[in-house]
């Protein structure tokens, strides 16, 4: 009797024990994979998160076609994990992860949320290529932001088209623009995100690729400006088979995060 007591109650405790015990939390993002990977011996797909104390493997299949090994993972600190062309590739995750800025885990919790959202859009067509426009921050005082910095890739160019939309809705706005000899190309515009195309105001055509813009008000634009940069020496410090697609996706990510700071 008391030993079918006490079998009892040791699995009562183990189950209590279970059920109490949190799960791993997820610590990284798989932000490029190519060829069957696994985590904890389960198939792993692209956008998968992963937990703290993670194995992912690469899994070679006997008899078939092999593509190249790769794969990315960036994890909450804005630090990364990859494996490229090899066929024996093993990556141990960390149990945890330093405590880090949040704005880099709301970076990737942004990216996890919706991976396809930050893709850019690439006008193609006959013609040269078109200038590209990074994806910045510009400043707002009296609800006019100078649009001058995005626009210095198009000297010696003065007169453009400017069309503002917002990223979850189309309703667009073409605003005409003269960029003064300064620099300067102020547009009446309230502080907020936006995607912004350049046109020529003549032709209507296209004069470089579109961008993300955070209109910040000037007494805010120092401080997210340094955030920013700080994000963008994060990313420039990745390793080399990352590639520039997913750089400039989690710069985008990043400037959504940055719209209400946390």
């Not at 493997?57 to 993972?73: D, K, L, N, T, W």
């Not at 032709?203 to 940069?229: I, N």
């Not at 410090?237 to 209400?260: I, M, N, Q």
Request: with cysteine; proline share 9%; net charge negative.
């Amino acid at each position: 009797m008391m030993n079918g007591c006490l079998a009892a109650f040791s699995l009562g405790a183990l189950l209590a024990l279970t059920a109490a015990a949190p799960s791993p939390r997820a610590i990284g993002l798989i932000v490029e994979e190519t060829g069957s990977w696994t985590v904890d011996g389960k198939p792993l797909h692209l956008h998968d998160e992963v937990a703290g104390g993670s194995v992912v493997s690469f899994v070679r299949h006997s008899g078939a076609e092999q593509e190249r090994p790769h794969i990315v993972i960036v994890l909450d600190d804005g630090h990364t994990r990859s494996c490229d062309g090899l066929s024996a590739c093993q990556l141990s995750l960390p149990q945890s992860l330093d405590e880090g800025p949040s704005l880099l885990a709301r970076i990737l919790g942004a990216f996890a949320a919706q991976p396809d959202r930050y893709e850019r859009t690439i006008a193609r067509g006959l013609g040269p290529p078109l200038a590209k426009l990074d994806d910045t921050i510009v400043s707002s005082t009296s609800g006019v932001a100078d649009f001058g910095p995005l626009l210095a890739p198009l000297a010696p160019l003065t007169d453009f088209t400017v069309t503002i939309n917002l990223p979850d809705r189309w309703s667009p706005r073409e605003v005409p623009v003269r960029r003064s000899a300064a620099g300067s190309a102020p547009i009446p515009l309230a502080p907020g995100l936006y995607t912004v195309a350049v046109s020529d105001p003549t032709t209507h055509k296209p004069l470089a690729t579109s961008a993300w813009v955070l209109v910040s008000p000037a007494s805010d634009y120092r401080s997210v400006s340094e955030q920013f940069s700080e994000v963008r020496m994060t990313v420039a410090a990745w390793p080399a088979d990352v590639s520039d697609k997913t750089r400039e996706e989690y710069l985008r990510a990043a400037l959504e995060a940055l719209v209400s700071p946390q």
